[in-house]
């Protein structure tokens, strides 16, 4: 019997704590100085909030109860950052494991060592969550600072690292089940990346929607209940552990089933179960796929069936011919699918999604305009065109910070500049290609705009829903500011030599970029004279699609006064836009000009080393 536990023990010892992968990742990662200026970057940031929120908030408090109120606001913030940027550092740490094996090809040779698969999936698996439990253990003793002067709950601090931790865990369990089932690219892993992105702002936005709350809910005093969505998603069941809303009573919900009800009373309880239970299910099931050949170049059951469907009868392949524009730098970019965006299906679903979501948006104003009012609608409108542009914002990022790592990684880019191209003309190519093929995305939230333009200048007895002079104007700065993206993204990925590396330093640039100027024009939409925020509102991107889908909020909620002042306002709308498009376009010429410049000597140093 004894013989027996110590092999159960030993083979336990072997899965997890002597884990070789595991050791090695955390035993040479946490050496690299990257890793120390990212957890102190992370722990600064969350110090930073915190010692704000307390000099805010306890300034001038002079008695207990404010105190504990303080705390209360503090701990608010910190536990909101805290789990964002847990959704943003998870992904960004997990989805390695998607690509590094493929990218460094090491992967044959890990099947060839005596580890099993249990041992290459937990491995890689808690290797890559190692780093995100460290950041939220290190980040442990700022919040217990805010329990001195009361107002916060033990309890409360449990629940909100056990929703970051969570949300840590399935990431990181989806992140594996993906490289080891399907081949790694790098179109999976900014699919990846946008799935986790659209979840989280598309269940967020519904659980704000009225129809979604819970009846058996106590409102709270702004008169919002909690959503029944709550348990699915972790900032909606923060919301419940933070007591900005109130959870029912399972007494009251016990009629909806045992799981249901539970789940309504208890919802970070909920969403942290179901989110471990999908994580080990995910694990487990990548154990079976380790060694299934299901890798880059290998074939497949799902290959077998697609070739036999696809093949012709006396087994020749033929291909339509295409139309190749007059720059094939620009074409191959823009129509091929070299291109490490979006895929032909994604694609399609992205654009037929976006337009359902306007044409019902505008179906149930029309329909029910009592449930939906024109300031409603057009909040709503506002929120699903920032959706639509940020995940078109987010492929062409994506799409060009891969522009040039995918050709020096498949070793294509001696190719290229063994041809008659230019510098100019393979980064003009580029340029024109990304744009090209972010384009169709961006017509999605410009053609919902002209949607409701045109719907407003149906006399209707009520304020129109848009002006519809408004979708050429957000086309015009929606179309530069991408374009501005690409560039930027561009010059990551000339001068870097991997494609994570370009990829996330472009996707944290524009996030900075985006987040500093909304920060930057957004109280200028507040002045006392609207004209001042018409005109400074489309100078960026999400400012100009909340006042032009919004331009009540320029006139302080008053519709009369809009009214009153709307030709004026449309005016310093258009004069706004054609200054903040032409601006743009300057800074995309200049930028794009260095780039031309720089070309070649980048290009020879990095073939150099």
């Not at 805010?56 to 109860?65: K, R, W």
């Not at 404010?66 to 608010?76: P, Y």
């Not at 500049?417 to 961006?442: C, D, E, H, N």
């Amino acid at each position: 019997m004894s013989t027996v536990l110590n092999k159960i023990a030993w083979s336990f010892w072997r899965l997890l704590p002597a884990n070789p992968i595991l050791i090695r990742v955390v035993s040479g990662a946490s050496k690299r100085v990257r890793h120390l200026w990212l957890r102190a970057g992370y722990l600064i940031l969350l110090a930073a909030v915190v010692l704000l929120s307390l000099m805010t908030f306890m300034g001038d408090a002079s008695g207990l109860n404010e105190l504990a109120k303080g705390a209360s606001q503090t701990f608010k913030y910190a536990a909101t950052l805290q789990l964002g940027l847990m959704c943003f550092l998870a992904p960004v740490f997990t989805a390695g494991a998607i690509t590094q094996e493929r990218d460094a090809q090491t992967y044959n040779i890990l099947l060839s060592t005596p580890l099993t698969n249990a041992q290459i999936v937990l491995g890689s698996l808690l290797s890559r969550l190692y780093f995100v439990v460290m950041l939220l253990v290190a980040g442990l003793p700022i919040f217990f600072t805010t329990m001195v002067y009361g107002g916060v709950t033990t309890s409360q601090i449990i629940e909100s690292f056990g929703l970051s931790a969570a949300t840590a865990v399935i990431t990181g369990a989806l992140a594996i089940f993906i490289s080891v089932v399907w081949i790694g690219t790098r179109r999976t892993i900014f699919s990846f990346y946008m799935t986790i992105a659209l979840y989280l702002l598309a269940v967020y936005l519904l659980g704000q929607w009225g129809r979604t709350w819970s009846a058996d809910a106590p409102p709270n005093v702004e008169g919002q209940r909690m959503s029944v969505l709550a348990p699915l998603h972790p900032f909606l069941a923060l919301e419940v552990s933070l007591n900005r809303v109130t959870a029912p009573d399972y007494a009251l919900v016990a009629g909806h089933g045992a799981i249901v009800g539970r789940a309504l009373a208890y919802p970070s309880a909920a969403y942290i179960t179901w989110t471990l239970i999908v994580g080990v299910l995910l694990t487990v099931a990548s154990m079976f796929f380790v060694r299934s050949g299901a890798r880059q170049g290998e074939p497949t059951i799902w290959s077998r069936l697609r070739a036999g469907v696809t093949r012709r009868a006396d087994e020749e392949r033929r291909r339509k011919p295409r139309h190749v524009w007059s720059n094939p730098v620009a074409w191959r970019e823009a129509k091929t699918k070299s291109s490490g965006g979006a895929g032909g299906l994604l694609r399609w679903f992205l654009l037929i999604g976006g337009a359902l979501a306007a044409v019902g948006l505008l179906f149930l104003h029309l329909t029910d305009s009592k449930v939906l009012s024109v300031q409603t609608t057009q909040e709503w409108l506002g929120a699903v065109l920032m959706i639509e542009f940020t995940i078109a914002l987010l492929i062409a990022t994506n799409t060009a910070a891969t522009s040039m790592t995918k050709e020096k990684e498949s070793k294509s880019m001696e190719v290229l500049l063994t041809t008659p191209l230019t510098s100019q003309y393979i980064i003009w190519g580029k340029l024109r290609g990304l744009v090209s093929f972010a384009a169709p995305l961006i017509a999605v939230p410009v053609g919902s705009l002209l949607l409701f333009g045109l719907v407003g200048l149906i006399p209707r007895g009520k304020e129109p829903l848009a002006w519809i002079e408004l979708a050429v104007e957000l086309g015009a700065v929606l179309v530069m500011y991408v374009a501005l993206s690409c560039v930027v993204c561009l010059k990551f990925s000339l001068t870097s030599k991997k494609t994570v590396k370009a990829t996330m330093m472009s996707i944290a640039f524009m996030l900075v970029l985006a987040g500093a100027l909304t920060a930057i024009f957004l109280p200028i939409l507040g002045a006392p004279d609207g004209h001042i925020g018409a005109f400074f509102a489309p100078w960026t991107p999400y400012t100009a699609i909340y006042a032009m889908t919004q331009p009540v909020v320029l006139t302080d909620g008053d519709f009369s006064r809009l009214s009153a002042n709307a030709a004026s306002l449309r005016v310093a709308f258009f004069m706004g836009s054609a200054i903040a498009a032409g601006i743009y376009a300057l800074i995309v010429f200049s930028l794009y000009k260095a780039l031309v410049r720089g070309f070649d000597m980048i290009v020879r140093k990095q073939t150099a080393t």
